[in-house]
């Protein structure tokens, strides 16, 4: 919604700003339904389908990740409806005419119907109930980076992790207090996870002779790394994704150049997407939550800190760290991915998966279970 009293950045719009706005994803709407027009008369057919029939209730944080994954072997089959819409914009136009087909062109296909938390019904059902301790082994969906990056660039990163890494440790990211700063979460010892600006102030404070405060991706030629071996570009403004200090390949390539992330909790969950976004450039996380990703990520291959005393050893830790012990943790964390948390690794699980119940993080979505 273009008002929204929940979201701080959009409450205060005028009513005017918030009719543009309505007016706006209208057009857009209509835009995108264009494509499905065309992709009726004009598709592309696999062997095998994922059925999302309208889409209706079933939009998702993840179904870029699964598109990316699976869209090699499967085409995506729908119905035409405007709820459809919500699903073109997700994975993007180009994906979705190349990788989808009417439901009305696939009747006898064989079909693997998509569910979202509808247990009782046949095909698979994606389980959001991400955060609860099952007694059995589950097939988990992994955790994703921003979810966009899947829809067309995702090879492009290929060349990052190539990159030297002159830089010891690396944040990026919105420090807003009125977003990041309502973040309650405690651990199985019911001590409270420190958030995202409770971090980085803290860091800040602490060792700020030791940190270079990035205002834009060009500032990166006058750092001193061995003066200022963290570097920091935080905003704290309630700013859209595409006017922050970063753009998100300029957030990624810095990821890649950087032998450790420190990596902050989300607004309202634990879960970041700068963990996997870390993982998968071969940068090590400093991380307060990552001990809740499934499947488990090796606590020998990043750093744990749950509290302001272990924060400021993880910080030194990882400044006097070898290069010996850096580059054994990165090569950890690249087979980690390669064999867990790709595309390729997914839809290599998904084809001997043993039952169709898939343990997916929704973000926000993900939090209602434990209400």
């Known amino acids: 919604m273009a008002h929204d009293l929940e979201n701080p950045r959009t409450r205060n719009y005028s009513k005017f700003k918030s009719f543009l706005i309505s007016l706006e994803l209208i057009l857009k709407k209509g835009w995108l339904f264009i494509f499905v027009i065309i992709n009726f008369f004009f598709h592309t057919k696999k062997n095998n389908y994922i059925d999302i029939g309208n889409y209706k209730n079933k939009d998702s944080r993840f179904i870029n990740f699964l598109f990316k994954s699976l869209k090699s072997k499967y085409n995506f089959s729908y119905n035409v409806s405007l709820s459809i819409l919500d699903f073109v914009k997700k994975v993007g136009i180009k994906n979705f005419v190349l990788n989808s087909t009417p439901n009305i062109f696939a009747k006898k296909s064989n079909k693997i119907k998509f569910n979202l938390n509808c247990q009782n019904q046949d095909g698979l059902n994606f389980n959001t109930n991400y955060f609860y301790k099952y007694k059995d082994e589950k097939l988990y969906l992994p955790y ?10 995702y090879e492009d990163l290929e060349k990052f992790k190539l990159n030297l890494k002159p830089i010891k440790i690396f944040f990026s990211g919105s420090t807003n207090k009125e977003v990041y700063g309502k ?31 990035l205002k834009s991706y060009e500032d990166i030629i006058k750092v001193d790394h061995s003066k200022t071996p963290i570097i920091l570009s935080v905003n704290d403004g309630l700013i859209k994704k ?12 810095l990821i890649s150049k950087s032998n450790f992330i420190l990596t902050a909790p989300g607004a309202d969950m634990p879960l970041c997407h700068h963990l996997i976004e870390g993982i998968k450039m071969k940068t090590i996380p400093i991380s307060n939550y990552a001990n809740l990703h ?28 070898s290069d010996e012990e850096i580059k054994i943790k990165q090569d950890n964390l690249e087979k980690f991915y390669n064999e867990k948390l790709s595309p390729a690794s997914f839809l290599n699980i998904f084809e001997s998966r043993k039952d169709n119940e898939i343990i997916s993080c929704n973000d926000v979505e993900s939090l209602k279970w434990l209400q």
């Open 144 to 153: 994703y980076m921003y979810p966009k990056i899947y829809n067309s660039n």
């Open 183 to 213: 973040f309650t979460w405690f651990s199985e010892d019911k001590v409270k996870i420190l958030n995202r600006i409770e971090i980085v102030e803290f860091i800040i404070k602490n060792f700020n002779d030791k940190i270079f405060f």
């Open 242 to 253: 595409s006017k922050t200090n970063l753009s998100n390949t300029q957030h990624l390539e």
């Open 294 to 321: 499934k499947p488990l990520i090796s606590k020998n291959d990043y750093i744990y800190f749950n509290d302001y005393e272990t924060l400021h050893k993880s910080i030194l830790t990882a400044l006097n760290m």
